[in-house]
């Protein structure tokens, strides 16, 4: 046999995800991956490098407990919300067996982990609104353990109806686990469902350090859940799942004062949001540029996968999404630096229709 024989079916036939940084690109404006724009300074503290680490640093649990206003119980920290993706499938899903459910046009990631565990995927398209298709969902709820709802949502930038949302919850009470994927949650604080875990025993929350903490390359990811679910994930994680300065530098950017310059950017990027969109709106090859709760932004344009390479071929990046349900013609731009910004619109502007 080859080795490639040798492999799992479903691992042969796997696509990769598509990540940001697999698709490459030799560019200098970066925005195809919601990244901030500026890399924070931080010192390493923790010099004891030849001990293991603990298993959930405790200074980074506190800290992510008062920052999210839960209890330590109901955290979970991770290698990024990625890690945290799989290790509800890991626990709650029989490969096989049962099914995880998300509703398109999405994030990626759903998909590639259930495949990766083996473990079927059902989908459900969003309604026209990008908002959730309940009665399809009721429909197709058989056999289904876990349900993944972006919110905001990952391409389209949308919050999805806290209605919704409470109805979903109803309709899954003692059936299957609602994971509510807020990893762009500190663009729109207000929209968080943290506050609902004291009414849903089967509501789990997935946070990062990636987006508005400015530290994607540090892979640092929160689960929200109660005491219960949080022990049954303890036990599918890696013994060790943070290194040791990992966790010193997240430790250190959920201080008070970590907190403080995270809601600062925030604000930075949510002027340069507004700013951008004005100008997309007066763009000819702009056809449509969605409302966006985050730090992206969707557009639909003439043209777009010319566009899309024209823009590349400058330098520019930009995430297309072409591919997604409901989605052709449409370019995913992260919010970056005012110049960046400027450099987008220059050569949109410049774009013939
Ligand atoms: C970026 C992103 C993640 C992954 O976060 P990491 O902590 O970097 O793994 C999860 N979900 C959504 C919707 C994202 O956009």
């Avoid at 001990?51 to 506190?62: G, S």
């Avoid at 398109?104 to 990008?130: C, F, H, K, N, Q």
């Avoid at 005491?227 to 010193?248: C, F, G, H, R, W």
Wanted: glycine share 6%.
């Amino acid at each position: 046999m080859s080795i490639e024989e040798l492999a799992r079916a479903n691992v042969r036939e796997l696509v990769p995800y598509q990540s940001a940084r697999r698709l490459g690109g030799k560019g200098d404006v970066w925005l195809n991956a919601n990244e901030y724009p500026q890399a924070v300074e931080f010192q390493l503290t923790a010099q004891t490098l030849n001990r293991y680490p603990e298993c959930q640093p405790k200074a980074v649990i506190e800290n992510y407990a008062r920052y999210a206003s839960v209890t330590p119980q109901q955290v979970l920290v991770s290698r990024g919300a990625d890690e945290g993706i799989e290790l509800l499938i890991r626990a709650f899903c029989e490969p096989g067996q049962d099914a995880v459910l998300f509703c398109p046009p999405t994030y990626g990631m759903y998909s590639v982990s259930a495949e990766t565990i083996g473990v079927e995927y059902r989908t459900v398209p969003a309604l026209e609104d990008w908002q959730l298709d309940l009665q399809g969902i009721a429909d197709t709820l058989d056999g289904v353990k876990v349900i993944y709802v972006c919110s905001p949502n990952n391409p389209t930038g949308q919050i999805i109806n806290p209605q919704d949302l409470r109805v979903l919850l109803e309709m899954t009470r003692g059936k299957a686990i609602v994971v509510a994927d807020e990893a762009y949650i500190e663009f729109c604080p207000q929209a968080s469902l943290v506050g609902w875990l004291s009414e849903y025993p089967h509501l789990v929350i997935l946070r990062t350090l990636s987006k508005a903490f400015a530290l994607a390359g540090l892979r640092c990811g929160f689960t929200l859940a109660n005491e219960e679910v949080i022990n049954l994930l303890m036990k599918v994680i890696a013994p060790y799942p943070l290194s040791t300065p990992v966790a010193d530098i997240a430790a250190q950017a959920l201080s008070t004062p970590g907190i403080l310059a995270m809601r600062e950017r925030v604000q930075q990027i949510l002027d340069e949001r507004q700013r951008l969109v004005e100008a997309l709106q007066n763009i000819p090859c702009v056809e449509q540029v969605f409302p966006s709760e985050t730090n992206y932004i969707l557009v639909r344009i003439t043209a777009s996968s010319a566009v899309f390479k024209s823009l590349w071929d400058q330098g520019i990046i930009l995430r297309d999404q072409n591919k997604q349900p409901s989605l052709s013609g449409c370019l995913r731009i992260t919010v970056g630096t005012r110049e960046e910004s400027q450099r987008v619109i220059d050569a949109l502007s410049a774009e013939k229709v």
